[in-house]
């Protein structure tokens, strides 16, 4: 069966490398893909905003499968484009369809749903420009630090966690009035701030049932220590060694289930990955937020620990026989280090020669995340250039590894947090 990835990261690096494992895979094809996943998947040239395009590369390639990496393509409909098409309803699309994609979508759809069927969640309020001095006076109301939220899609950016008011203020006028983050940011979400440690959360779900899929936690700012800009996530650790039995098992009654009797009751026709962003807040988990896909680079280490085939568990979801489905994990520790170009997550150059590649350990995997050929160089292509992942019987001995061989691999104004897991450390856990 042929199955066509849609994508150019790391994420969707991962998703080919695992796909391609399987021997009911006969042929991988990553749309636009990058420098890296042509090893396991062959380059479609094809603009996967336009699904028109992509719906006639899917017919003349015979694909039987579509996974969706990005949200963009859910949340603009990819889904239904293929379900409403008489010659692509038969594909099997791995994600949601446009309502059940709102739940990342929007943050104020997501803090109603969240409201709306009990699940636990910071307290907020939602503001437009119009109503920009309501907006201000919340503000003035709330205890600091307090976390401000653009609406809409914002890869990853759109959160300001203020620590006083005029930072706060600030954050409000970029976003409602100067619409630093476009239509994204034309409603902003003024939200309690949450005093805990995050975790990161996912299933394969088909509205109904579910497969519990390997924990991480993501480490989003661009300095040590958890400082200065929020990014698109410079590292990742699984398993969390606070996610313990006791944790997950109220992930799963509080969080997960009403989740999906949530769906079920607004009729959202969801099948695909739900990523659930939780906060641990002494021992209890509350949502800061929903993604309708995989995560970046969560995927870099959950996909490792996974011993399935992952065809087969999504066969399992057209099948809608997750509920039966025994996942196999690696008990190993996955950790990921992100190689970012200097200036990120501002302004970068690109085109700057890579090396070192050929010195990286055999037991380290290397995901593409923004790289590309030219004239038999590689260069890098993006913000966030590689993710580098590593396992091991400890969380040290993965860290080591990954750290490493990030240090081999090199190019100008190259960066990466040398801290990933320094946190879970200091907790003695």
């Not at 446009?98 to 699940?119: H, P, R, T, V």
């Not at 930072?167 to 409000?172: I, S, T, V």
Request: charged residues 25%.
């Amino acid at each position: 069966m042929n199955v066509l990835v849609i994508g150019a990261g790391a994420r969707e690096h991962a998703i080919a490398w695992k796909l391609s494992q399987s021997e009911f895979c006969d042929q991988v094809f990553v749309a636009p893909g990058n420098a890296g996943t042509t090893k396991f998947g062959t380059t479609a040239a094809v603009d996967i905003h336009d699904f028109e395009e992509l719906g006639k590369f899917a017919a003349d390639f015979n694909i039987m499968m579509v996974v969706v990496g990005p949200e963009n393509s859910l949340v603009e409909g990819i889904h239904d484009y293929f379900a409403s098409s008489e010659f692509l309803k038969h594909i099997l699309v791995i994600g949601p369809k446009k309502a059940g994609a709102m739940l990342e979508g929007s943050k104020d759809f997501c803090k109603a749903f969240l409201q709306k069927y009990n699940i636990p969640t910071a307290r907020y309020q939602s503001f437009t420009e119009a109503t920009f001095k309501d907006a201000v006076e919340y503000l003035k109301q709330q205890s600091f630090p307090t976390v401000i939220k653009a609406d809409g899609l914002a890869a990853g950016k759109g959160v300001i966690i203020a620590q006083d008011y005029e930072e706060g203020f600030d954050a409000l006028e970029a976003m409602l009035r100067n619409k630093r983050f476009g239509n994204a940011s034309s409603k902003v979400v003024i939200e309690e701030y949450l005093q805990g440690i995050e975790v990161s959360v996912f299933i394969l779900t088909d509205g109904k049932d579910y497969v519990l899929l390997p924990e991480a936690k993501d480490y989003k700012r661009i300095g040590e220590g958890d400082t200065g800009l929020n990014t698109g996530g410079m590292g990742a650790i699984s398993p969390v060694p606070f996610a313990d039995e006791t944790f997950m098992q109220k992930v799963k009654e509080r969080v997960i289930e009403p989740t999906l009797k949530g769906m079920q009751a607004e009729n959202l026709d969801y099948s695909g990955f739900l990523f659930i962003g939780l906060m641990n807040v002494n021992g209890d988990p509350y949502v800061i937020e929903y993604n309708v896909r995989l995560g970046d680079p969560e995927t870099e280490v959950i996909l490792p620990r996974i011993k399935s085939d992952l065809f087969m568990m999504f066969k399992a979801l057209h099948d809608h026989t997750l509920g039966e489905y025994k996942l196999e994990l690696d008990p190993r520790t996955a950790t990921t280090v992100i190689l970012a170009s200097g200036g990120y997550p501002e302004g970068y150059e690109k085109g700057k020669e890579i090396a070192g590649l050929e010195n990286v350990s055999e037991d380290v995997l290397v995901f593409h995340a923004g790289t590309s050929k030219v004239n038999g160089k590689l260069l890098n292509n993006g913000g966030r250039v590689f993710a580098v992942t590593a396992l091991g019987d400890t969380m040290e001995e993965a860290l080591e590894k990954a750290n490493a061989a990030a240090e081999a691999i090199t190019w100008q104004d190259r960066y990466y947090r040398r801290d990933i897991g320094f946190d879970l450390r200091k907790l003695n856990v």
